[in-house]
């Protein structure tokens, strides 16, 4: 038997060996397995005509002939070719054989394929990891995940939401939300009902609820710069025009933004701990934001993610907790203090916005699975989490004194930037360069230029979380990472 087509799929069936090696399908029978053998035929060769390894005109071998090739009977090959004609996905035609036919398929998707944008590359970077010095992730420990498995495996799971069939309320378990405006009015000094609070997936799904809620497309608003990359990315996505505004010393420059656009609808702020810069927004400027936003009957969005955890001494209140125009929206999140797997935050909604809220929650943007809010909601309940951000603070406060004294042995300047330490470079310093090498070393610093927008305020220098900086590891990361900085610093004098 010949096939002379342009898509030899497989080669002579009485040679077995060039038929299992060079053709592009291959069909491993497990005649143990539940699944029969022609469904086994079938969905091998479905799955390689849908991943475009057997493109459209492809010729198959007789159903006789694979049958002999294969070992099996002639009908189990008849009957899912049979099904894969049912399926439209081949076609016999005669005397030429079986083709696979023309469809839309992956083939021709795979062409029109874009690579991921600029974006979502820098982003992919930014995540890769768990590394040293990587910035936004907490510790390795597996406290939480012991404690989660003991909750999932208690009655929770019995009781909870697989006792029932309907469907879960999409604002967010009421226990959890609960929990959540307890912990707040302690923890943040943020007063409000459980019916304000709207669980999400995290800051980010937050922000995008906020976003749709208050329908600003088109309109101005005050980003940080530096400031989050994923705020300007999900504002722009948002239709709207984000004004980059600096930050100093006392954090957001509220005279700039007033001078700049005055007439923005909206300012996403970071008052706690400035990210990434560490800075807390002080008292002076907080009041002047919500005078601002009075006057311009703008909106603020205050990212609170790191909540409580802030090195020496207490956290600030929260920026909300000083709003009695109620135009603070404060969004939280649980990726610090428990795990960004958990995809688990909120959103304290104005009282006048929860209708708003509720709607926009239920038709676009329902709360996560149920089975990680309640035990979330357990976790907060049993005194677990307000133990683990305690004990969190105690070791990243020791861990950030371990890696300031590397730092200083290394006659390094530094500041400090949350749960951050920040080494400035020169300008013109290529930190981006850096870092890639750092990560082959299995350290992930953040470059301090990825964070700013404005190409004239960028400064170079590197970000050093400190969450990841285990005292074991610290000396020795540091040796590495000061040895690429002075290799880039021979190629470059002027610049490291
Ligand atoms: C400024 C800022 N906001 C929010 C987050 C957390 O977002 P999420 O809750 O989506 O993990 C991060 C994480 O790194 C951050 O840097």
């Known amino acids: 038997m010949k096939y002379s087509d342009a898509h030899p799929v497989l080669g002579p069936v009485h040679d077995g060996v ?19 053998l022609s469904e086994q035929i079938r969905s091998s060769i479905a799955r390689a005509i849908e991943s475009g390894l057997l493109p459209p005109g492809s010729r198959l071998p007789s159903w006789q002939s694979l049958a002999t090739y294969l070992g099996v009977a002639r009908g189990t090959v008849q009957t899912a070719y049979e099904r894969l004609t049912d399926a439209q996905m081949i076609e016999a035609f005669g005397a030429k054989g079986t083709l696979v036919t023309a469809r839309p398929g992956p083939a021709v998707n795979r062409a029109e394929e874009r690579p991921p944008s600029a ?13 040293v010095f990587q910035l936004g992730v907490p510790a390795l420990d597996d406290t939480p995940g012991k404690v989660f498995a003991r909750a999932r495996s208690s009655n929770l799971l019995k009781t909870g939401p697989f006792s029932s069939v309907v469907y879960p309320d999409p604002l967010g378990e009421r226990r959890l939300r609960q929990e959540i405006a307890g912990h707040l009015a302690i923890s943040r000094n943020l007063h409000c009902l459980p019916e304000q609070v709207f669980i999400t997936s995290g800051y980010t799904a937050g922000l995008g609820l906020v976003l749709r809620v208050l329908g600003l497309e088109g309109r101005k608003a005050w980003m940080e710069d530096p ?17 980059s505004v ?26 706690g701990q400035q990210a990434p810069l560490g800075t807390t927004l002080s008292l002076r400027r907080r009041l002047q934001l919500l005078q601002w936003a009075a006057a311009s009957d703008a909106w603020i969005v205050e990212d609170d993610y790191l909540g409580e955890l802030q090195l020496g001494g207490r956290a600030a209140p ?23 797997s958990l995809r688990l935050g909120f959103v304290v909604a104005p009282l006048r916005l929860v209708a708003a809220f509720a709607e926009v929650a239920t038709a676009l943007a329902p709360a996560p699975s149920p089975v990680v809010q309640l035990t979330t909601a357990q976790f907060m309940r049993e005194g677990h989490y307000v133990r683990r951000v305690r004990r969190l603070k105690r070791l990243y406060s020791a861990q950030r004194d371990a890696l300031c004294e590397q730092l200083d042995r290394h006659d390094a300047a530094w500041t400090s930037a949350g749960l951050a330490l920040l080494v400035p470079l020169p300008d013109g310093a ?33 970000l050093l979380g400190v969450a990841t900086a285990p005292e074991t590891q610290v000396e020795a990361s540091c040796r590495r990472l000061f040895e ?12 490291t």
Do not use: C
């Open 18 to 36: 060039e038929f299992a090696a060079n053709s592009p399908l291959q069909i491993h029978l497990d005649r143990a397995a539940k699944l029969s």
């Open 119 to 131: 974006f979502v590359r820098t982003y992919q970077e930014m995540r890769t990891g768990p590394a």
């Open 227 to 243: 400031g989050y990359l994923l705020t300007r990315k999900g504002l722009e996505l948002a239709g709207m025009r984000p004004i």
């Open 246 to 271: 600096p930050v100093d010393d006392e954090g957001l420059d509220v005279d700039h933004g007033i001078t700049h656009a005055h007439d923005a609808a909206l300012a996403v702020v970071t008052p």
């Open 318 to 340: 929260a920026l909300a907790s000083l709003d009695e125009g109620k135009r603070v929206i404060h969004v939280g999140t649980f990726s610090k203090t428990i795990s960004p």
């Open 430 to 462: 290529l930190d981006v360069e850096i870092v890639r090498e750092a990560i082959t070393m299995g350290m992930a610093p953040s470059p301090l230029s990825r964070w700013f927008a404005s190409l004239a305020w960028t400064r170079p220098g590197l």
């Open 484 to 495: 690429i900085i002075d290799r880039y610093r021979e190629r470059a004098p002027r610049l």
